[in-house]
Nanobody, 125 residues
Framework: QVQVVESGGGLVQAGDSLRLSCVASGRTFSFLVTGWFRQGPGKEREFVAAIGRSGGTTRYADSVKGRFTISRDNAKNTVYLQMNRLKPEDTAVYYC??????????????????WGQGTQVTVSS
């Protein structure tokens, strides 16, 4: 059974950095695409970033372009989200998700088959 587990969240100040990690167990980490989503208080879950199997293709939400970087280390079965210059509006629960096929756009929640439980990121002003 596949399990996706996120880690690395925490409480930081505006302008600080955090790196989130996502590890999948139960199979080799060869998902076609892995994405990060977030859900703030009272908001819908929204796309943050995604990366293809080889790491050569990435996608970002406009709100995080230039500040966040998604990467993967297939030898460690891990996908990372480096978040720099954090803002209070980045406060949310961050979820890692993985898909075996592209059923629709990488920025769509419904595209993903496996989800982690989430890790809280809180950015104070």
């Amino acid at each position: 059974q596949v399990q996706v587990v996120e880690s690395g969240g925490g409480l930081v100040q505006a302008g600080d950095s955090l790196r989130l990690s996502c590890v999948a167990s139960g199979r080799t980490f060869s998902f076609l695409v892995t994405g990060w989503f977030r859900q703030g208080p009272g908001k819908e879950r929204e796309f943050v970033a995604a990366i293809g199997r080889s790491g050569g293709t990435t996608r970002y939400a406009d709100s995080v372009k230039g500040r966040f970087t998604i990467s993967r280390d297939n030898a460690k079965n891990t996908v990372y989200l480096q978040m720099n210059r954090l803002k209070p509006e980045d406060t949310a629960v961050y979820y890692c998700a993985a898909a075996d096929a592209t059923k629709m756009g990488w920025d769509r929640v419904a595209n993903y088959d496996y989800w982690g439980q989430g890790t809280q990121v809180t950015v104070s002003s």
